[in-house]
């Protein structure tokens, strides 16, 4: 396995199970594209051990050895890790990140309940936020505090985690988790159920009310991230925009019409996809 051939079976991974996030990456150059790719075919790697179908605890001892690869990544042949090794050679990739997403998918392995939106927040800062620090790594910026826009690129990551929550609040129930922080339903008068034909039950709206409000707390984090673009170079901002833009036209379709989560997971067309890649790329400075 040559480094070339572990970046190209993580860009196959990329392009095949990340249709939004293969939108963005295609806009970077070929070495920064590679790197991405690599970050993200871990990423994806820890990700499917949460949702997979290992017991649960083949799917403990899958995340451990993730945590122990991390340390060695130098002695693997696994064309994801030599990847990852090379990006980290090239670029100030923050392994630590991959850390706090593998506590993130531990979560997940439970009936997940979330008290508050603190615990929310906390939530999403490991499974996207550190995603968003991983990105930040490989795009680069111009001279400026990189923990403030390490912050700014955390912010984006819960942004886009929040965004993926509303989307998919009805097979996430399904899964035995519920995102939606308990005090806040309690206060909208909002519960979770499905129906017997699997659809989101709502007689009085209080569900949509619910997601309306949190879809607007949502606009604000992405208001939050969307600072880190003008410190980005062109190229990297236009990636960074585009893979948060297709999330952001979701999260505007969410909250103008709550329904249409309820019996179907939402996603852009192609077409939408393609528009808003070509948008960011010849509008990120604007």
Not at 10 to 25: M, P, Q, V, W
Not at 155 to 180: C, S, V
Request: charged share 25%; proline share 4%; with cysteine.
């Amino acid at each position: 396995m040559t480094v070339t051939e572990a970046y190209e079976a993580c860009l196959d991974i990329t392009k095949a199970e990340a249709r939004n996030f293969y939108y963005g990456i295609r806009l970077l150059p070929p070495p920064k594209r590679n790197a991405l790719s690599a970050l993200y075919a871990l990423a994806r790697r820890i990700d499917d051990i949460g949702d997979g179908d290992l017991p649960l605890a083949d799917k403990r001892t899958a995340l451990a050895g993730v945590r122990k690869d991390l340390g060695r990544l130098d002695d693997l042949t696994d064309p994801v890790y030599v990847a990852v090794a090379d990006a980290a050679r090239r670029y100030p990739v923050p392994l630590g990140a991959f850390e706090e997403l593998v506590a993130g998918v531990e979560t997940d392995l439970g009936d997940v309940r979330i008290g508050d939106f603190d615990e929310l927040v906390v939530y999403c800062r490991r499974v996207a936020g550190s995603v968003g620090r991983l990105c930040l790594s490989i795009f680069g910026t111009a001279d400026a505090d990189f923990d403030t826009l390490s912050q700014y690129a955390d912010q984006l990551g819960i942004a886009l985690q929040q965004t993926n929550i509303l989307r998919d609040i009805r097979e996430d129930f399904g899964n035995g988790r519920i995102y939606l922080p308990a005090d806040e339903l309690e206060r909208f008068g909002a519960r979770i159920a499905l129906d017997e034909h699997g659809v989101l039950e709502d007689p009085q709206g209080r569900l949509a009310g619910y997601i309306r409000y949190a879809a607007g707390r949502a606009q604000d984090w992405y208001s939050l991230g969307w600072r880190l673009l003008p410190y980005l170079d062109r190229r990297s901002g236009a990636s960074c925009r585009a893979m948060s833009g297709i999330y952001h036209h979701l999260l505007c379709r969410i909250g103008a019409n709550p329904v249409l989560v309820y019996d179907r997971r939402l996603s852009l067309s192609t077409a939408e996809k393609a528009q808003v890649a070509l948008t960011s790329l010849a509008g990120v400075r604007s």
